[in-house]
Structures are given as C-alpha cells and as structure tokens.
T-cell receptor, first 115, second 110 residues
Framework: GAGVSQSPSNKVTEKGKDVELRCDPI?????LYWYRQSLGQGLEFLIY????????KSGLPSDRFSAERTGGSVSTLTIQRTQQEDSAVYLC?????????????FGPGTRLTVL | SQQGEEDPQALSIQEGENATMNCSYK?????LQWYRQNSGRGLVHLIL?????REKHSGRLRVTLDTSKKSSSLLITASRAADTASYFC??????????FGTGTRLTVIP
C-alpha cells in the first residue's frame, strides 16, 4: 500500500536561497508531523498538523521556517534564506489521529544540503 | 532536554547473538516507542509500550519499560545481518509529539 512520500529525495541549494519540501501523508491520516535529523543527532521535532491547523509552532528553529498543510493532505515545509546549519534530513510522518497511541508512519526523508 | 538517550551509541555483534539497547528519558510519558532506521531510509516503527506495561514482545523483539527508573530496553534475539540499522527510542510525554534519542547504531556481522 502507499506510504508517506516526500519530495525531493535530495536537494542541494546555495546559501540564501529558499527551498520547499513536500510531504504526502497516508490517505486518511489526519495528523502530520515534520522532523529533522542533523548528522549525528537525534530526531528533532519541528511542527505537527491536526488537519490543516498547526497549534504549536514553537519547534520551528527560526522564523525562516514555515509550514502549511492544505486540504488536510499535502504539507509543505518552506525554508527561506537557507543557511548551512539547515543542512539535514527532513522527515515527515503521519498518523491516523493526533493521539500518540497511534503509530507514526515516516516517509523516506528529504536530504537538504546547503552549500 | 526531553530527548531520550540511548546506550550504547554503537554496538557490533556476531550474527545469532542477542543485541540489547537501552533508553533513558527524563519526563513522565504516556508511551515509549522504538524505531529502526536503515541507512538512507525512513524510520520504521517497531513496537510501542504503554506506560502501564512492563514488557512487550513482537517476534524477535522484546521491550521492557521501567517507569520508576525512566528507562527502557530493546532486546533483539538471534540477530541477523538484516538487523543492521540505527535504533531509536521515542517518548510521548502526552503533548502530541515525540521526542527521539540519538540512537544506537547496531552492526550485525555475518
């Protein structure tokens, strides 16, 4: 069956450019999560969506980061004026409900490299 | 930090041996989950143990949880080369997000 998909799988960009990362959750999953994993680090929670709403944006590293979700499905994570420290793997996950008795299903990630 | 901490950071064993990984965390939790990440792949959920459970089995996996010590262990029995991956524990403190540790890198030598 279809799982969580993310695009692009790899993105190399120059410092100062904007990038947009896309996540397609599993159909019917109302909750969507963004994480990032820097080299040698654990997963860092960024933001979650319940439907199209993101109640808590405090996990976003800076105001250069924003995320939206439309139609309760696809989500985009946008990083403006990228910096080298933004280089990481960005992971998206979805779950049926926003309840942590539910398993989060992860996508393969987008590897972002900022030169 | 609310993140879990796994130890060891790296573990190398022979195929057929058992592998034990530990996770410690800081806050009270609703549940604790273990994930596997193969190189270049996304996370795969392995097992979830609730805060009122002490032990759970799934195939060759055995997870224990000691909430008094704020620790959990993942045991993989009769390891296989295909078990080579990074293993993460993730805690749910009830705030609708997960906190992951830095992971244990397991290498199973054929």
């Amino acid at each position: 069956g279809a799982g969580v998909s993310q695009s692009p799988s790899n993105k190399v960009t120059e410092k100062g450019k904007d990038v947009e990362l896309r996540c397609d959750p599993i159909s019917g999953h109302t909750a969507l999560y963004w994480y990032r994993q820097s080299l040698g680090q654990g997963l860092e929670f960024l933001i979650y969506f319940q439907g199209n709403s993101a109640p808590d944006k405090s996990g976003l590293p800076s105001d250069r980061f924003s995320a939206e979700r439309t139609g309760g499905s696809v989500s985009t994570l946008t990083i403006q004026r990228t910096q080298q420290e933004d280089s990481a793997v960005y992971l998206c996950a979805s779950s049926i409900l926003l309840a942590f008795t539910d398993t989060q299903y992860f996508g393969p990630g987008t590897r972002l490299t900022v030169l | 930090s609310q993140q879990g901490e796994e130890d060891p950071q790296a573990l190398s064993i022979q195929e057929g041996e058992n592998a034990t990984m530990n996770c410690s965390y800081k806050t009270s939790i609703n549940n604790l989950q273990w994930y596997r990440q193969n190189s270049g792949r996304g996370l795969v959920h392995l097992i979830l143990i609730r805060s009122n459970e002490r032990e759970k089995h799934s195939g060759r996996l055995r997870v224990t949880l000691d909430t008094s010590k704020k620790s959990s262990s993942l045991l993989i029995t009769a390891s296989r080369a295909a078990d080579t991956a990074s293993y993460f524990c993730a805690t749910d403190p009830g705030a609708n997000n997960l906190f992951f540790g830095t992971g244990t890198r397991l290498t199973v030598i054929p």
